[in-house]
Structure formats: structure tokens, C-alpha cells
């Protein structure tokens, strides 16, 4: 990675100032959960086997410039006191407030000018008593001052000033280490890294910051009918949408997507992308081929290189054919070729991985927020198969509460509807329909 310097391994633990960091652990029983029922596994199965086999990448020494939106690895300390002297709030004059008690339009106080403060610059000589000194914003506040008094409530009188107003105790003045002091914790762990918390770590000298740096995700897309988005499709061939909305995806949840060349149904092609992805990427993506055709070869080509698979076949739609392996140390992520699918299943699976590789779990909004809302067309499955259904759907909410429709048709080959999609509704694997205005689950994609 580039201009990233490495640290010490970290692993991240709850602390004092955020809550709700989730560790799963993975046990053999994920695994026993998923030999029964002829392989399937339920959804909140799969991802506790994927969050528990998942930890945080290694911390990196990142230029603030390119550390916005990850989370700090440690604790920052600020080494100085921020502003690091009492400096003008305003463009005024820097006075006495003894010297200016009573003053009003009325009853003005006149004070001799005895010098002029432009930010950056220092005053020559202290401030003498019954005078003052015209100060520019973010000037330093000379000896003998303790207050501003704004220009507005001001008359310039030669070379002195009228005080209309008597001005508050420290009135106008900026003091020293108001904002941060020395010593202070100025960026916490765990903490995701704003605009604002850039500027706090340039203001305080801090050019570079242990963090979390972006996951980076090989994407890999299998199927002898694809074809690059440039070309023209023969006849039986697709452009390959995949790549490019998974590719999109990745990007939007932080991490960096890696594109390597779309894969023929050849088991030894494919494990050969697999083992190069495997030496550039924290995580690796296939598209296709993880069903149980005869042209499936993912699965076949992850055996072969000896990848230890966790689960296979989860029971829900879209997406069902949907399998994860360890390939040395590298997760990996078999989703279906359908392009719906693919968007769905990464958006269950994938985004919560990458958050919890990239020490963002503490942040639940980031990858799954839940709410409750009612279906306004309602729902029903073919049949009672299993399945936990998660249907693409238009959520607003309104002073009522969350309400959905379906954004349109739910094949999984669909984009258009899936593009209009800002939520997907859940209907369990014991629920047949859900009637019009009954109530589901929803995951907001944002």
C-alpha cells in the first residue's frame, strides 16, 4: 500500500467511549450447523461463521490526507496545547475589561491606540494601562489584555478609540488549550477518522496516524459467456455487469477493489486467479460457478488448492448457491453469477467482513441498519421452502414510521429493480406471505 508504513498487529476491544463492538467466535459448531438439512445453512448461521473466522487487518502508519474514514488503532495524544496561545476571537481591539467597566454610547470609554496586531505577528511591548491595541483575528493576545472589544462597538476618535459597549470578563479571546490541551486523548481508538479529526491532527503537527487501512478485495468473474463491457455480445453472451457493481460496491464500504481478468469454466484457470489473488488481497470475490452444475468449477478449483471450505449452500433467495472458504489465511467469498444475486449476497456477507477487517463493527449504521416498517403491497412466497426471502424494496419513512413497496420484479438477473432498491425486506423461512401493511424487517443499504 502505498505512502503506508507498517505497525504491531492490533486486535480491538471494547473501551470506555463506544460500545456495541461485536467479536464473534467461531466454533465447530458453525460447522455442524451447516452439515445438517442437506448443507444449507440460515443466513444469521452463515454470517457468524464468516464473522468468526474474520479479524482486524494489521494497523498501518497512514498520511492523514489518506486516512479519512478508517479507524484509529490507537490512541493520539496531543503533544501541545490547541490554540497553543490566547489569541483574538474577532477583529477588534485587545484591551483591559478593568479599564473599559461602565463604558456605553452614552458613556463612552476612550482608550489611546498603541499599536496594531495582524494575525501571526507578536505585540512589542506590553499592553500599558488605559490603552489598547487594534488586533486582528487569530492574533496573540498581548500582556496586560483579557478581553476584545468587537469594531462594531467601537468609534475610532485620532489616535484614540471609544468603547461603547464594556466588554465580558475574557470576553472575545480565544485561551490557550481551550480547544485541546497538552496530554489530551485528541483522537481515541476505534474512533473513524473525519474531516474534522484531520484537520485536529494537522492543527496539532500530526502528519501521520495508526489506522486501519482499506481492505483490499480481489474480484474474480467465471463464465464462459462474458464478455468485457466494451465489446459487442455474440450470440449466448453477456456483458460482465458483475465486476463493475461488485467493484462499486467494495469501493463505497471503504475498501479497494482489485479487478483480475474474467475466468473461463476452467478449474485450473480459475485456481490459478485465485493463488495470484491470493498474493495481492486481503479477501477474494468469485462470481459464478458455485453451484452444482457441470460447468461449476469454483468449488471444484478451491478444493483442488487445497482451501478449507466453512459452508456451502445458505438457505435463503436470491443467492442460495453461496459458499466460503479460507484459502491461506485469505477469506473467500463464492457468490452466485447472477448479477442480483451477487449485489445481495455481498451486501449480507461481504460488507459486514470488510467492516469488522477494517475495525468499523462498532459501527452497526456503517453496514446494517435494521428497522422495522410495513410492507404496503405485501408479499407471498411460491411455497413453503425454507427459505428466508429478501426482497428488494423502496423504504421511506414518514412521520407514521418505515414504510416499503417492491421496487419492481424480483428475478435475480434483474438490475433495474435493484437499482431503484434502497432496502431489502425480510420474510422468514416459516412466514408464507406477508399481507398488505403487515409488518418486516428491513436492511437499509445506507
Known sequence: ???????????????????????????????????????????????????????????????????????????????????????SAMDGFAVSHSDCEGASESSPVSLRVVGDLPAGSVASQDL????????????????GSDCVVPVEDTRSSGS???????????????AKGEDVKEGQRAVLAFDVINAAAIGLLAALGVERISAIPPAKVGIITTGG????????????QIRDSNMHSLSAQVGYW???????????????????AIRRA?????????????????????????????????????????????GFWDYEGRPVF????????????????????????????????????????????????????????????VAKESESGWEAKLSGPQGSAQLFPMKAANALAMVPEDVAEIPMGGEVELLLFD
Open 278 to 322: 491470493a498474493d495481492m488481497c486481503d479477501v477474494i470475490v468469485t462470481t459464478g460457478g458455485v453451484s452444482v452444475g457441470d460447468y461449476d468449477c469454483v468449488k471444484g478449483a478451491l478444493a483442488e488448492i487445497g482451501a478449507e471450505q466453512r459452508f456451502w449452500h445458505v438457505a435463503q433467495r436470491p443467492g442460495g448457491p453461496f
Open 225 to 236: 459467456e462474458l464478455v468485457d463491457i466494451s465489446k459487442c455480445p455474440g450470440p449466448g
Open 128 to 143: 500599558p494601562k488605559g490603552a489598547a491595541m487594534r488586533i486582528m483575528t487569530g492574533a496573540m493576545m498581548p500582556q
Open 334 to 393: 463464492g457468490l452466485p453469477g447472477n448479477p442480483v444475486s451477487a449485489m445481495v449476497m455481498a451486501e449480507l456477507y461481504l460488507r459486514p467482513a470488510l467492516a469488522k477487517m477494517m475495525g468499523r463493527m462498532a459501527d452497526e449504521a456503517h453496514w446494517q441498519r435494521r428497522v422495522k416498517a410495513k410492507l404496503v403491497e405485501g408479499f407471498s412466497k411460491s411455497g413453503m421452502d425454507g427459505k428466508r426471502h429478501f426482497i428488494r424494496v
Open 254 to 272: 471503504g475498501a479497494w477493489p482489485i479487478h483480475f481478468p474474467r475466468i473461463p469454466d476452467s478449474p485450473d484457470k480459475v485456481a490459478a
Open 160 to 174: 484614540a478609540v471609544e468603547i461603547l459597549k464594556a466588554p465580558k470578563p475574557n470576553g472575545n479571546v480565544r
Open 1 to 87: 500500500m502505498e505512502d503506508v508504513e507498517a505497525t504491531r498487529k492490533i486486535t480491538l476491544t471494547p473501551n470506555p467511549y463506544q460500545v456495541g463492538i461485536i467479536d464473534f467466535r467461531w466454533t465447530r459448531g458453525g460447522k455442524i450447523a451447516a452439515e445438517k438439512g442437506g448443507g444449507m445453512i440460515r443466513w444469521q448461521d452463515a454470517l457468524e461463521i464468516i464473522l468468526g473466522a474474520i479479524g482486524p487487518l494489521d494497523a498501518a502508519r497512514i498520511p492523514i490526507d489518506k486516512a479519512f474514514g478508517l479507524v484509529a488503532a490507537e490512541d493520539v495524544l496531543a503533544a501541545e496545547n490547541l490554540p497553543p496561545f490566547d489569541n
